[in-house]
């Protein structure tokens, strides 16, 4: 069901500078990179590959405040609260990943009209200038036709992986062939049934008799023998390989954890991206194989220290076996994180990860940060116009966990029913939620208190007692006036059964709360006088249709320390 949407916008459109750039729609060659195994240190780097002596002057993202009257919220949100209701609209956050089928303006709105939250920019593909475009485009959208889309960037990360395949899409690998795995670069020509390795350590690590699985063993071959550089292998599970996909090897049934598991997570490609990154004014960078806490706590001091907004979120993507052993202390340092599935299962036996999904889910609504579930949620639509029943079965799963996001990967990037497959995630996750809160399934989980002060505690326990209120009471919304937008998020975090309309004076908050369960992120500016707030926001929503006189508001704000029961007039 597409929704039309009808806004008004009093500036004519500026012409986007963009819009005669074209951006290739089928893979591109990408520049040569420097193997990872000659990446020693995790010190930020220059475009030159020296180290940085000192840190470049901080960046001015976008306005700061909005006009006092001015209200923002993203267009979509908005048509959806004007035709359904408030009760009724989307608590769970859609991530989309951007790539060659949805990289033009034309796609990218359809998207954002189609409930996008988040788009996810995969520094693993692509160049520097197509990432940059892609934002362009995004800002402009947001600027222009009024949305409110954040942008996520993903790090490459130390993992192993395959080369470009010389401008194929694709090789079908049967099984009994005999491919050739190298750490020689192929510029131009590539041998037939040959692959190059990222990675300097890959002849050198895997023995004759291991099992090499690409993609999780979407592909699988057995090393059958070493030959220098060259290490041939016998394919066993016959399939597809797609440029650049991962590799890991197995022996004896359990994953090797060679050398590249010593490779910083965060490699100096990464650092020259993560600059780009915070350049561009990213809302959220995504770290890809996060071992450890140290790691998040080096990039948040680092976007701390570049940025005087400092308004990049750290998201720690748990996808390799070493996150496991680590999960609470990453968690705690970031904020937010990614159930990475597809490398997660290439990692761990599958059917352990349904276990570790919930299990991060829950750690993560115990300790207050954003979580997205990734990959594979509706894999068969890259193909296909319909999911399968399982993959409808598998989205709902995440819904009833109340994870704040999911994710569309190859299914947006590459596949051919782009919007199809979000206006799937957006009709289950509406459904399933319904289905819960009618059925009183939402919460009875335990949360523990997580104030450091006691002011926070404060913070804390009145947005519990407004939940329980706005529960009890059937509140049409709860509204919550933040500066920082901390207290939204602690309503977030108790998954209250009717929507939060988070209000915060700057455009980072509001883009980075698009991320949350629940939290429709309004920007406006407001003053100490909670009266006049509430006042100001009613008369703009009101005149807007999104909410409606006789509906019932419980507010609460991080400069009032009560909470207020309102009928709208
Ligand atoms: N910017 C892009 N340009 C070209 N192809 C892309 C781009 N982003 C994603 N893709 C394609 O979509 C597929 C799925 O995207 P996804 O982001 O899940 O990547 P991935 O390679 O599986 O790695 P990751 O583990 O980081 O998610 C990729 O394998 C690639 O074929
Ligand atoms: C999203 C991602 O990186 C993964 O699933 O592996
Ligand atoms: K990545
Ligand atoms: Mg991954």
């Keep these: 069901m597409a929704h039309a949407l009808h806004f008004s916008i009093s500036l004519s459109p500026p012409p986007p500078p963009f819009l005669s750039k074209r951006l ?21 780097v220059s475009e030159n590959g020296l180290p940085l002596s000192k840190a470049p002057a901080p960046v001015v993202l976008q306005p700061t405040t909005v006009d006092s009257g001015v209200m923002h919220v993203d267009v979509a949100m908005e048509v959806e609260l004007r035709e359904n209701g408030p009760r009724s609209s989307r608590r769970t956050k859609l991530v989309c990943t951007i790539g060659p089928a949805t990289c033009g303006l034309d796609e990218l709105e359809a998207l954002a009209a189609g409930g996008m939250n988040v788009a996810r920019l995969n520094m693993c593909h692509g160049t520097r200038e197509w990432h940059r475009t892609v934002i362009e485009r995004v800002r402009w959208l947001n600027q222009v036709k009024g949305f409110s889309v954040s942008i996520m960037m993903d790090t490459e990360g130390s993992e192993v992986h395959m080369g470009d395949l010389g401008g194929l899409t694709s090789a079908k690998a049967e099984d009994g062939d005999i491919w050739t795995f190298s750490v020689r670069a192929f510029n131009s020509h590539r041998p037939e049934c040959t692959i190059s390795v990222n990675y300097d350590g890959f002849a050198e690590d895997v023995k004759v008799g291991d099992e090499l699985l690409v993609d999780g063993g979407m592909v699988r071959f057995e090393v059958i023998d070493k030959i220098g550089p060259d290490v041939k292998c016998r394919c066993t599970d016959s399939g597809l390989l797609l440029p650049r996909a991962n590799l890991t090897f197995w022996r004896n049934g359990s994953l090797v954890q060679a050398r590249n598991a010593m490779l910083p997570t965060i490699s100096s490609k990464d650092w020259l991206d993560i600059d780009f990154g915070i350049a561009e004014g990213v809302d959220f960078i995504a770290v890809s194989f996060v071992k450890s806490a140290e790691v998040i706590k080096q990039l948040k001091s680092y976007i701390a220290g570049r940025s005087c907004e400092s308004d990049v979120a750290v998201i720690a993507k748990i996808e390799s076996f070493g996150s496991l052993k680590n999960l609470k202390e990453i968690i705690q340092a970031s904020d937010g994180a990614m159930v990475a599935r597809g490398d997660l299962g290439a990692q761990i036996p599958l059917e352990e990860v349904p276990s570790i999904q919930e299990k991060i889910i829950r750690l993560c609504r115990q300790l207050n940060k954003p979580v997205i579930v990734a990959s594979q949620l509706l894999k068969s639509m890259i193909e296909y116009p319909t999911p399968t029943r399982a993959e409808v079965a598998d989205v709902s799963e995440a819904v009833k966990q109340q994870a704040d996001g999911l994710m ?11 919007e199809k497959a979000l206006a799937v995630l957006r009709s289950v996750s509406l459904r399933i939620e319904r289905w819960w809160r009618e059925e009183k399934h939402n919460d ?11 002011l926070e505690s404060v913070s804390e ?14 509140a049409d919304a709860l509204f919550v006036y933040t500066r920082t937008g901390h207290m939204a998020s602690l309503l977030s975090r108790c ?13 980072s908050s509001q883009r980075r709360l698009n991320l949350h369960w629940g939290l429709i992120p309004f920007c406006l500016s407001f003053t100490n006088d909670m009266e006049s707030n509430l006042d ?27 909470v207020q029961v309102v009928k709208v007039p």
């Design 24 to 44: 290739s729609s089928k893979p591109y060659a990408c520049s040569a990179r420097s193997p990872i195994s000659s990446v020693h240190s995790v010190s930020p």
């Design 408 to 418: 569309l990967s190859g299914e947006s990037a590459m596949g051919q029913y782009p």
């Design 444 to 454: 009875n989980m335990e949360l523990p208190d997580i104030a450091s002060t006691s």
């Design 461 to 474: 326990e009145i947005c519990h007692a407004a939940t329980k209120m706005a529960n009890k009471l059937e």
């Design 495 to 507: 998954r209250p059964d009717c929507p939060v309309f988070a209000f915060t004076p700057r455009p």
């Design 536 to 562: 100001k926001s009613f008369s703009l929503l009101k005149a807007r249709g999104m909410i409606k006189s006789g509906d019932l508001i419980i507010s609460v704000s991080d400069m009032l320390q009560s």
